[in-house]
């Protein structure tokens, strides 16, 4: 048994839309696939920047713990420069203070080297001035005390003396 044919205006009909609802299908396909492919994207920078963000607090993670030891590091320099009754007891204090030091230059330390510098507000601090016609201007004439950056990074502004001139 054949079944009867639709007339024409029937299918015609019909397959505009079928046509019509392929086409939307499509559309919300491609849609789809779009914010797909953007929060697939989206997911990829996020886990980057949290990478960068974990590595740089782990490298930074002992900043504090290294600022907390600068007065100890400061009280071995004043006490080097202290006049020393015993010669042992001199290169005692001397050999404590490399090992602190080369410890902490090792963990990422830097000094800060001001004296004949030009002062640079960012790493300086300057908590006294001087008229000075033998240096330049805005130069660092003393250091009261050292400076130091950590990784890069300012960790204590050094307390410098700044030559000026009138």
């Not at 989206?42 to 007065?71: D, G």
């Not at 004296?115 to 033998?134: I, L, M, R, W, Y």
Request: glycine share 4%; no cysteine; proline share 5%.
């Amino acid at each position: 048994m054949e079944t009867p044919a639709a007339p024409p205006e029937e299918t015609a009909s019909l397959i505009e839309s079928l046509t019509a609802e392929r086409d939307k299908a499509l559309a919300e396909k491609e849609e789809l696939w779009d914010r797909f492919v953007r929060k697939q994207a989206e997911l990829e920078n996020f886990r980057k920047r949290m990478l960068r963000e974990k590595e740089e607090v782990l490298q930074f993670a002992a900043m504090e713990s290294i600022r907390s030891l600068l007065p100890v590091l400061d009280d071995f320099e004043r006490a080097l420069e202290a006049p020393a009754e015993g010669e042992d007891y001199r290169q005692g204090i001397e050999l404590i203070y490399k090992r602190l030091y080369d410890t902490l230059v090792e963990a990422g330390l830097t000094p800060i080297e001001s004296v004949g510098k030009k002062f640079d507000p960012h790493s300086h601090q300057a908590v006294d001035t001087v008229n000075s016609e033998e240096h330049k201007d805005h130069t660092v004439v003393e250091e009261y005390r050292r400076g130091y950056e950590f990784k890069g990074r300012l960790l204590r502004p050094a307390m410098v003396k700044v030559a000026v001139r009138e």
